[in-house]
């Protein structure tokens, strides 16, 4: 497994002897982007190698980045398990710019640490400082030739079909100007999340072991625009939840995710809408055992709850209101201010519990999952749900509602999600494939199930 490639917020190292370049590092990314995160027992590929690890390995690498870096940082130094290998991971951010490494100035260009001349970190200084409180009304780098025209033209026509934008599709500048997304020859920020995003706009998932930040089963990066990474989160998370399959004596089988979809993708759209630009960390989506932590970086409004939303007594506190009001057109956001609300009352319904956790620099919405028996099929009947597992036609209806819900899951998972025996689990799918009922599209390790609908 890759956890990624080295890009300008990700940096990989063998081994502690290459501490002085990983400091280094530290302080390009911090000028750059203000924070990100270094690997060590990982090589330049993304490839774990693992290391040897004791607690004055930690220490060393807390007391190299506080001996070379100014001003000083805070990082978190934690062990991690990447492939079963020992690995450290080192997250770091900071807001006092510039940051100096054994005396001298990098700034992070691509995956390489370039010195700053004594003009340019001028230069750097007063660009970095310039704007910060209107993140997406203010001006960004990009021009209209950086719009992906696709893009614009899919928010425009879902935009027509919500009914709050009238006009129709004529040329990039002129639609970009009609929502006042241009200042002179450069896109504002909010046209730049939206229909650019590159290198800039990233998120982090994971699916770690257990129920705590320790051993990965799975990590990945992506980059793009907001629209785009909300339908990576959400293919991911729906990937890699468990589903029930209800049989009622209909004729459509109806299929449960354990967190329903509607609260999932609220959450996923609240994170963008409300997320500190500025701020170096990535929107995550971490995948435990017994829960599933949507993050964003940007704080809760000061002296705000979530439960003064929860019951109506305050109204929205919008971070970035031309954002809001962009993704409102397209029926993203519904209402200003309900976001929370629509999470709570979809998760009750299903019986999901839901927190909302205000974070020193950030927000997360966390779904409990329910225990592995939720993915057994279930039956409108009185009996015992066992009994109703225990028939042959449940077993293959539950196996099949699992593999369309995530068509990567392994043999081993289906048996530990519907409580049915692996022996028994591999029978019921040679049964279904001689009937045609699925198939495996590629190899056993890399390939994926794919379930024919008759």
């Not at 021009?143 to 006009?167: H, M, Q, S």
């Not at 705000?304 to 956001?333: C, H, W």
Request: aromatic share 8%; charged share 30%.
């Amino acid at each position: 497994m890759k956890i990624g490639k080295e890009n300008e917020k990700l940096e990989f190292k063998r081994s502690t002897a290459e501490l002085k370049e990983g400091v280094t590092s530290m302080a390009a990314i911090l000028n750059k982007h203000g924070g990100g995160e270094l690997y060590f027992g990982v090589r330049s590929d993304g490839t774990a190698m693992g290391m040897d690890i004791s607690e004055k390995t930690l220490r060393d690498i807390s007391q190299g980045i506080a001996n070379g870096l100014e001003p000083k940082i805070y990082p978190q130094i934690s062990e991690v398990y990447i492939d079963d290998k020992p690995c450290i991971c080192v997250a770091f951010s900071g807001e006092e710019p510039p940051y100096y490494a054994f005396g001298r100035a990098y700034i992070r260009i691509a995956d390489e640490d370039r010195i700053l001349s004594p003009t340019e970190l001028e230069k750097y200084i007063l660009k970095k400082n310039a704007g910060r409180d209107v993140w997406d009304s203010e001006t960004s780098d990009s021009t209209i030739d950086d719009v992906d025209e696709d893009a614009l033209r899919e928010y425009l026509k879902r935009a027509n079909r919500a009914k709050r934008i009238d006009f129709t599709y004529t040329t990039k500048e002129n639609v970009l100007s009609k929502l006042d997304l241009l200042g002179g020859d450069k896109l504002k920020n909010a046209a730049y999340a939206l229909f650019v995003g590159s290198r800039m706009l990233e998120i982090q998932m994971a699916i770690f072991a257990g129920t705590e930040r320790l051993t990965f089963n799975d990590i990945k990066r992506e980059s793009g625009n907001v629209t785009t990474l909300i339908e990576i989160a959400e293919t991911y998370i729906r990937n890699n939840i468990r589903w029930r399959v209800v049989l009622d004596g209909s004729i459509q089988r109806k299929e449960i995710p354990e967190i329903p979809i509607d609260a999932i993708r609220e959450a996923l759209v609240n994170s963008y809408c409300h997320r500190q630009y500025t701020s170096s960390q990535n929107n995550e989506i971490t995948i435990y055992s017994d829960r599933i932590e949507i993050y964003n970086p940007g704080t809760f409004p000061e002296g705000l709850t979530p439960q003064d939303f929860l019951e109506g007594r305050e109204r929205s506190v919008k971070r970035n209101p031309l954002l809001a009001q962009l993704m409102y057109y397209t029926k993203d956001i519904e209402s200003f201010g309900t976001g929370l609300k629509r999470i709570t009352d979809a998760c009750n319904e299903a019986g999901v519990k839901v927190e909302f956790h205000l974070l020193k620099k950030g927000f997360a919405v966390v779904f409990k999952r329910p225990d592995k028996n939720f993915a057994m099929a279930d039956k409108i009947l009185d009996e015992p749900v066992n009994e109703v597992v225990n028939e042959v036609v449940n077993r293959k209806e539950a196996i099949m509602a699992i593999m369309r819900g995530n068509p990567n899951i392994t043999i081993k998972q289906i048996a530990e999600n519907t409580a049915i025996s692996r022996v028994t689990v591999e029978r019921e799918i040679q049964e279904m494939k001689k009937a045609n009922n699925i198939k495996r599209i590629g190899s056993d390790k890399t390939g994926h199930w794919e379930v024919v609908d008759k």
